[in-house]
C-alpha cells in the first residue's frame, strides 16, 4: 500500500493550489479516501472525505473554496483548494480505508477512520 501526495508549496493568500494523491491499492474505487492536515503545536484535521460513490465532506473552515475528487480509473485523488488563507498552512496528507464495505460507510473527516497514510505534502500561505 502506497500513497504519494504531490502538489504542495507556497502560495499567497488568495491563491490556489491542487493537490494530487497517487493510490497504489488494490480496490481503490471500494475505498472511502480523505484529506487532512496538520499544522505545527496543532492536531490532524479532516479537511475533506470522499466515499465510493462520490459523496464529500468538508468542515465549514474550507467548504466552499476546497474540492475533492477521485478518478478511479487513475487511482488518484485531488484536492483543489481556492481562496487560500494562511491559516491553511500545514502538511496535507492523504488517507485511505481498507477495501471492505464495512470500512467505508461514508465520507469521514475523522482520521481513526483511516488505515493507510501518504508521507504528506506541505502547503504554505504567506500574506
Known amino acids: 500500500v502506497q500513497l504519494v501526495e504531490s502538489g504542495g508549496g507556497s502560495v499567497q493568500s488568495g491563491g490556489s493550489l491542487r493537490l494530487s494523491c497517487a493510490a497504489s491499492?488494490?480496490?481503490?474505487?471500494?475505498?472511502?479516501m480523505g484529506w487532512f492536515r496538520q499544522a505545527p503545536g496543532k492536531e490532524r484535521e479532516g479537511v475533506a472525505g470522499i466515499d465510493r460513490d462520490g459523496t464529500t465532506s468538508y468542515p465549514d473552515s474550507v467548504k466552499g473554496r476546497f474540492t475533492i475528487t477521485r478518478d478511479n480509473a487513475k487511482n488518484t485523488l485531488l484536492l483543489q483548494m481556492d481562496s487560500l488563507k494562511p491559516e491553511d498552512t500545514a502538511m496535507y496528507y492523504c488517507a485511505a480505508t481498507r477495501r471492505g464495505p464495512e470500512d467505508c460507510r461514508g465520507p469521514s473527516l475523522r482520521s481513526g477512520s483511516y488505515n493507510y497514510w501518504g508521507q504528506g505534502t506541505q502547503v504554505t500561505v504567506f500574506s
Open positions: 491499492l488494490v480496490s481503490y474505487s471500494s475505498r472511502c
